[in-house]
T-cell receptor, first 112, second 111 residues
Framework: KAGVTQTPRYLIKTRGQQVTLSCSPI?????VSWYQQTPGQGLQFLFE???????NKGNFPGRFSGRQFSNSRSEMNVSTLELGDSALYLC???????????FGQGTRLTVV | KNQVEQSPQSLIILEGKNCTLQ??????????LRWYKQDTGRGPVSLTI?????NTKSNGRYTATLDADTKQSSLHITASQLSDSASYIC??????????FGRGTSLIVHP
């Protein structure tokens, strides 16, 4: 059974640019959540998608957005990148809310 | 503000010994509490998930307990192995199912 796949694994972007990260969940999982992990703030919840609808959103500015496709694959987009957006971005998939969540390896984003 | 506090911040133990990690949370109402293991440079791996009605959950050598009255959870690791060296993160979700994460406990197991 394939795990959660995130692409790309590493990314370097310049301030002001935008970036799109991709997440392919485990087959059959309808919930995909995104997280930001930094040394200073730890793990923080960005948003959750379930059956193509955003079901929850964390406390992040509108520059952070996402979507989910009919095959449950999800993308997140960050526009007008800032240095502080440098982080490990993780996605996790699960069957539903109170079920086990499986994380991908993450995308390491560096903004210069 | 929702808070999840973990202790100790770091812990060093000898291989074969047991240890217990603590997690205190403030969010109410309660949806679930999760424990994760995260190796450096990798995504977290789920160890346990407990809902309100559960006060203990085991996964091999890992046993999590939950006291909803005191809003405390603990993760007990039995017969530690070198591969247990990692960061252990507690995450608690309230009624909205938005998780709040602790800063983690860094565990080092020495031979």
């Amino acid at each position: 059974k394939a795990g959660v796949t995130q692409t790309p694994r590493y990314l370097i972007k310049t301030r002001g640019q935008q970036v799109t990260l991709s997440c392919s969940p485990i087959s059959g999982h309808r919930s995909v959540s995104w997280y930001q992990q930094t040394p200073g703030q730890g793990l923080q919840f960005l948003f959750e998608y379930f059956s193509e609808t955003q079901r929850n959103k964390g406390n992040f500015p509108g520059r952070f957005s996402g979507r989910q496709f009919s095959n449950s694959r999800s993308e997140m987009n960050v526009s007008t990148l800032e240095l502080g957006d440098s982080a490990l971005y993780l996605c996790a998939s699960s069957w539903d809310r109170n079920t086990e969540a499986f994380f991908g390896q993450g995308t390491r984003l560096t903004v210069v | 503000k929702n808070q999840v506090e973990q202790s100790p911040q770091s812990l060093i133990i000898l291989e074969g010994k047991n240890c217990t990690l603590q997690c205190n949370y403030t969010v109410s109402p309660f949806s679930n509490l999760r424990w994760y293991k995260q190796d450096t440079g990798r995504g977290p791996v789920s160890l346990t998930i407990m809902t309100f009605s559960e006060n203990t959950k085991s996964n091999g050598r890992y046993t999590a307990t939950l006291d909803a009255d005191t809003k405390q959870s603990s993760l007990h690791i039995t017969a530690s192995q070198l591969s247990d060296s990692a960061s252990y993160i507690c995450a608690q979700s309230g009624g909205s199912y938005i998780p709040t994460f602790g800063r983690g406990t860094s565990l080092i197991v020495h031979p």
